[in-house]
């Protein structure tokens, strides 16, 4: 009979063709069960979106296939464990990953890409939770075809006092927290920072999000109090900056990432939005490349976007067969293994500098 340690020796030598690093030290070999003719080997991937699985599978097969008796069948099971930073834990969150999707300037496509993030991940399995910062442009809820008010539940702390706590509203299972769902179609927010402060800070500590593995923030465009809030708040995973191909976004884009590297806020990469004719093409993936980030893809300038979320149905985007449908998984899935990477080569969370 086949030796379990033999196996497991052997697949913790599979380098993983997406982390570059064994799976031994990614911790991502699982259970090993050998019987009298087979064997199976679980393999724990870091995020349920990880992309071309096939290929692993391959290589850990290949890796096995010499240890095993004649007639000995192997087959290998995937499963997925969402890993982060957890830094969420600073202000009691149970959150996993905290992703905020910025810009340098406005009109660039930013919150349908944060809406696109969140949905995309959502629909790979993972527990997702979507919250719209964009306090003055509040337009995630339309996108999405959310509406109503999140209903406040009392809830007992640690300490024992009863704490009041919102419920962001349901998304096909995924929550979905904005200042949307509090004013009126059409009403201004007109507030100074100190507001807007104690706005997210509420978002935030305040919303029974339970147990996620990312929570997408949709950040309004520049480079102001909302970004710094959140730096203080909680240890971001990282920031993920939309802009699109033309040389002025770009030149906002590049003050964006300037901004998150002095408060020590890891970039995970540059995703060019709005690619095509219109704008031209390759200008975003070149600055990424300028600036030795990743570029987590282009999004093309397509009218199905614009219909989906015009109809409310950003969900049905990233799964129903669509032009752009491919385009915006992939950049999920890379913004997901990003996050993963940077777990495998900076495990402590990040802190506020602000010189």
């Known amino acids: 009979m086949t030796s379990v340690d033999e196996i497991r020796n052997l697949v913790s030598q599979v380098i993983d063709p997406e982390l570059g690093k064994s799976l031994s030290d990614l911790q991502m070999v699982g259970d090993v069960a050998v019987s009298a003719d087979a064997t199976t080997v679980t393999i724990e991937l870091p995020t349920p979106a990880y992309p071309n699985s096939e290929r692993l599978q391959t290589l850990v097969t290949e890796a096995a296939t010499p240890a095993l008796t004649d007639g000995e069948s192997l087959s290998v099971d995937l499963t ?9 834990g600073r202000i009691g969150l149970k959150i996993h990953n905290i992703i ?3 810009s340098g300037k406005g009109g660039v496509g930013k919150s349908t890409v ?3 993030l969140a949905c995309g991940l ?4 993972c527990r997702v939770g979507l919250m719209d910062a964009d306090v003055y442009g509040p337009s995630i809820p339309h996108m999405l075809g959310a509406s109503g008010q999140p209903a406040a539940t009392e809830q007992q702390g640690g300490d024992g006092q009863k704490l009041m706590r919102m419920e962001p509203i349901d998304v096909d299972g995924m929550k979905l927290m904005s200042m949307g769902f509090f004013i009126e179609q059409g009403q ?3 507030w100074r920072g100190p507001m807007l402060h104690k706005a997210l800070t509420q978002f935030l500590q305040d919303s029974n ?3 996620l593995d990312y929570l997408i923030i949709d950040l309004p465009p520049g480079t102001g109090d909302v970004s710094l ?3 203080q708040q909680v240890g971001l995973a990282g920031a993920v900056i939309v802009c699109t191909p033309q040389q002025v976004a770009l030149l906002d884009a590049i003050k964006a990432v300037d901004m998150y590297q002095k408060v020590n806020v890891p970039v995970l990469g540059v995703v060019e939005n709005m ?7 390759g200008g975003a993936k070149k600055v990424a490349h300028e600036l030795n980030l990743p570029f987590l893809g282009e999004v093309p300038i397509n009218a199905s976007i614009r219909e989906y979320g015009d109809a409310g149905r950003m969900m049905a985007l990233l799964t129903e067969e669509n032009p752009a449908r491919d385009s915006l998984r992939a950049v999920c899935q890379n913004v997901a293994m990003q996050v993963a990477r940077n777990l495998t080569e900076t495990p402590a969370a990040p802190t506020l500098e602000i010189l």
């Open 80 to 88: 997925s464990k969402v890993r982060g930073k957890d830094s969420g």
């Open 100 to 102: 905020a999707v910025g």
């Open 114 to 116: 944060a809406a696109a």
């Open 122 to 125: 959502h629909s790979y399995g």
């Open 188 to 190: 201004s927010v007109v």
């Open 209 to 211: 999000w339970g147990e």
């Open 229 to 231: 809030t959140l730096s």
């Open 275 to 281: 690619t095509g004719d219109i704008f031209g093409r």
